[in-house]
């Protein structure tokens, strides 16, 4: 089965500056997805940024990019110059293939805190 | 307003009642997902659904039943609650093959 594994249970940055969101999964299949989503206090889940396993470009978003690992079977998250609104729990995702249940499991969050 | 609905988004339940957390999406899409959400464990996947008619156990199934009658709803029901279960719950759909899932806006559940 495959795990998703957050390793940081909490992380602070100043605004302005960039942070980093650690991931780390298992699986045995070669062809998958990858999602971080950001669930702010509102409770809402929101998609933050996506990465197929097939390409070799690492995915970005205006200030969020993902460096993706794909032998290291890692997947972290950069938020460039922090804003006050990024603060949230950030969850990372995995996602099987259709043929292998289509499944989307989750890590354990990491609750991400902006300081001014 | 396209997206996908949950009702209702809280509820205190007495332990050993029956209770159904209702789920509607009319963006068409063929998956749909229930997950219970706690601190410190993520979301956890109970029951899904790849197509109307057919359903799958997740990975904290026991205690849960759901039903796909057809594509837009998802209902999930908890036959006799107990305090474990006091949890947020997510339902989520996406179209079959690998897009993002999209979330309701969940439902706080407190089993008392």
């Known amino acids: 089965a495959q795990t998703v594994t957050q390793s940081q249970p909490e992380m602070s940055v100043q605004e302005a500056e960039t942070v980093t969101l650690s991931c780390t999964y298992d699986?045995?299949?070669?062809?998958?997805?990858l999602f971080w989503y950001k669930q702010p206090p509102s409770r809402q889940m929101i998609l933050v940024i996506r990465?197929?396993?097939?390409?070799?470009q690492n995915a970005t978003e205006n200030r969020f990019s993902v460096n993706f690992q794909k032998a290291a079977k890692s997947f972290s998250l950069k938020i460039s110059d922090s804003q006050l609104g990024d603060a949230a729990m950030y969850f990372c995702?995995?996602?099987?293939?259709?043929?292998?249940?289509?499944?989307?499991?989750f890590g354990a969050g990491t609750i991400l805190r902006v300081k001014s | 307003i396209a997206g996908i609905t949950q009702a209702p988004t809280s509820q205190i339940l007495a332990a050993g009642r029956r209770m159904t957390l209702r789920c509607t999406q009319d963006?068409?899409?063929?998956?749909m997902y229930w997950y219970r959400q706690d601190l410190g464990l993520g979301l956890r996947l109970i029951h899904y659904?790849?197509?109307?008619?057919?359903?799958g156990k997740g990975e904290v199934p026991d205690g849960y039943s759901v039903s796909r009658a057809n594509t837009d709803d998802f209902p999930l029901t908890l036959a006799s609650a107990v305090p474990s279960q006091t949890s947020v719950y997510f339902c989520?759909?996406?179209?079959?093959?690998?897009?993002?899932?999209?979330f309701g806006q969940g439902t706080r559940l407190t089993v008392v």
């Open positions: 989520a759909s996406s179209v079959s093959g690998g897009a993002e899932a999209f």
């Open positions: 699986t045995s299949e070669s062809d998958y997805y």
């Open positions: 990465q197929e396993a097939y390409k070799q």
């Open positions: 995702a995995y996602r099987s293939p259709y043929r292998y249940g289509n499944k989307l499991v």
């Open positions: 963006m068409r899409h063929n998956a």
């Open positions: 659904s790849n197509t109307a008619g057919t359903t």
